[in-house]
């Protein structure tokens, strides 16, 4: 090999780690030739030593176990989110319907129970349609009520895990 034509990352890797083999003297050769092959072998040669270093943490030997308890020890508040949201909009249907429609669609939907999913869907539209009311003025609630679920089950997450966010 003359210094004309440089050695491919691939051929330094393999001679920086040793898997040469009948072509170690060419390529020796051409490295104590070329300075730019030879700046290249050392700076695989750096790169080797340094990922070679440990500098992870440290673990105690009861380490895994420790969390795990944590974890079964943090209060599992689903239950609670979901009664809480069932309140909200109830709340909110309370406040924007008032008492009166609501009883009422709660009461045609009772007297349905009996009947196809067909007849509640049918009892949905002459609700809406008794109200001057769409599907949005259902269905946004519903989306609303569902984005502030994710967010809360994000946020309990984070919670959970200490996450360095919350703590601002």
Known sequence: MTS???????????????NIGSDFAAIAGHIEECAR????????????????????????????????????????WTLALVAA????????????????PILEFAGNLSDMQAEA?????????SFLARYNLT??????PIITLLFYLVIDSVITGLKRRGHALLSL
């Open 37 to 76: 092959c030879r700046v290249a072998v050392d700076q695989y040669k750096a790169l080797s030593a340094g990922l070679s270093v440990d500098t992870g943490p440290t673990l105690s030997a009861d380490f895994a176990a420790r969390v795990a308890a944590r974890l079964h020890a943090a209060p599992d």
């Open 4 to 18: 004309e034509r440089h050695l491919t990352d691939e051929q330094i890797q393999d001679f920086v780690d040793g």
């Open 85 to 100: 949201s069932i309140a909200a909009v109830a709340a909110v249907l309370v406040v924007v319907f008032g008492f009166e």
């Open 117 to 125: 999913t067909g007849a509640a869907a049918t009892a949905v539209k």
């Open 135 to 140: 599907s949005t003025h259902i269905v946004f």
